[in-house]
């Protein structure tokens, strides 16, 4: 299956904010357009994937 919706879980693991997204999974990786946290962290993340 290609280009599966999933609601994704995004906690900042500095700051400790929590985003929730809707994004697509294409080939392995999922693209939900989630650049930074308000703190300006790019890259630490606890991050949780859902089935919509
Ligand atoms: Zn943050």
Known sequence: MENMRV???????QCGEKFVLRGKREKGRIDTGFKQCLCNNTEDFEIEEQMV
């Open 7 to 13: 609601k994704v879980r995004i906690r900042c693991n």
